[in-house]
């Protein structure tokens, strides 16, 4: 069992910047994958950027060149940094983690708008 616990979303107006964490607890090491999913209103759930426990990483072509995940083991910890914010990234962001099988935190909301 993994829990995972995000923090950091909320309002920001288009070009802005907003972190997100996500720290996780219990069977840590057993987790191969950890990232981020976004799911906006009316919308399915959808990959944003992952991480590999060996490094690689995945990211949605919609976020490439703005949004940079990290990963911090000595705090059990996931970030995703992102940058020059659009109204479209308006979303509940979902922190995620891939032992098998996947984990889900709660979620965060990140506002876009002016």
């Known amino acids: 069992q993994v829990q995972l616990v995000e923090s950091g979303g909320g309002l920001v107006q288009p070009g802005g910047s907003l972190r997100l964490s996500c720290e996780a607890s219990?069977?840590?090491?057993?987790?191969?994958?950890m990232g981020w999913y976004r799911q906006a209103p009316g919308k399915q759930r959808e990959l944003v950027a992952v991480?590999?426990?060996?490094?690689?990483?995945n990211y949605a072509d919609s976020v490439k060149g703005r949004f940079t995940i990290s990963r911090d083991n000595a705090k059990n910890t996931v970030y995703l940094q992102m940058n020059s914010l659009k109204p479209e990234d308006t979303a509940v962001y979902f922190c995620?983690?891939?032992?098998?099988?996947?984990?889900w935190g709660k979620g965060t909301q990140v506002t876009v708008s002016s």
């Open positions: 219990g069977s840590i090491f057993s987790i191969n994958v």
């Open positions: 995620a983690a891939y032992l098998p099988p996947w984990f």
């Open positions: 991480k590999t426990r060996t490094g690689s990483t």
